[in-house]
C-alpha cells in the first residue's frame, strides 16, 4: 500500500511538472510572437519616420533654393537701380 501512495504521488507530480512545462512553453511562444510583432511594427515606425525626415529635408532643400534665387533676384535688381543712378 505504502508504494502505491508513493507511485501516485511520483506521478501527480510529475503531470505536474508536464503541465507547467507546457504551460512555460506556451507562455514562451507568445512572448516570442508578440516581440516578433512589436519589433516589426516599431521597422514600420522607422520607416516610416525616415521618409518623413526625408519629405521634410527634401522640402527645406527646395525652400532654400527658392529663398536663395529670389535673394539673387532682388540683388540684381538692386544692382541695376544702382547702376542707373550712377
Given at each position: 500500500m505504502k508504494r502505491v501512495l508513493i507511485a501516485a504521488m511520483v506521478l501527480t507530480l510529475s503531470m505536474t511538472?508536464?503541465?507547467?512545462c507546457r504551460d512555460t512553453k506556451d507562455k514562451t511562444e507568445e512572448a516570442t510572437e508578440?516581440?516578433?510583432?512589436?519589433?516589426e511594427e516599431a521597422?514600420?515606425?522607422l520607416e516610416e519616420a525616415a521618409e518623413n525626415a526625408a519629405e521634410a529635408m527634401e522640402k527645406a532643400g527646395e525652400e532654400a533654393?527658392?529663398?536663395a534665387e529670389k535673394a539673387?533676384?532682388?540683388m540684381k535688381e538692386a544692382?541695376?537701380?544702382a547702376i542707373d543712378s550712377i
Open positions: 511538472v508536464m503541465t507547467s508578440e516581440a516578433a510583432k512589436s519589433l521597422g514600420e515606425d533654393i527658392d529663398a539673387g533676384e532682388d544692382a541695376k537701380k
